[in-house]
């Protein structure tokens, strides 16, 4: 079993920046990834962007493209999101979450198994 906790979420103006992070315990490694997800109040949960362990193959949804960055620290079983540009239309709960093994798309939550609780970010105008 794989515990995930976010952390790093907060308040910031549009425009500014944020670090998000994911850490990890248990067999993590056992799973294809890691994806980051957002769900906004009544909105369902969205793709935002994943990192494959095996290559290091990334993936973003389109709104944030070039804003967000996502990468992975294997020694410390952590995965970063850096949201740069922030937008008003970024505030939302961010999850993180592993992978499974039989993932065949990095985009669909279904293709995830472990959870962590969320971080809420707020970005106001």
């Known amino acids: 079993q794989v515990h995930v906790v976010e952390s790093g979420g907060g308040l910031v103006h549009a425009g500014g920046s944020l670090r998000l992070s994911c850490a990890a315990s248990?067999?993590?490694?056992?799973?294809?990834?890691m994806g980051w997800f957002r769900q906004a109040p009544g909105k369902e949960r969205e793709f935002v962007a994943a990192?494959?362990?095996?290559?290091?193959?990334?993936y973003y949804s389109d709104p944030v493209k070039g804003r967000f960055t996502i990468s992975r620290d294997s020694a410390k079983d952590t995965v970063y999101l850096q949201m740069n540009d922030l937008k008003p239309e970024d505030t939302a709960v961010y999850y993180c979450a592993t992978e499974s093994r039989y993932s065949t798309s990095s985009r669909t939550e279904r293709s995830y198994d472990y959870w962590g609780q969320g971080t809420q970010v707020t970005v106001s105008s």
């Open positions: 248990g067999r993590v490694f056992s799973s294809s990834g």
């Open positions: 990192i494959r362990w095996s290559g290091g193959s990334t």
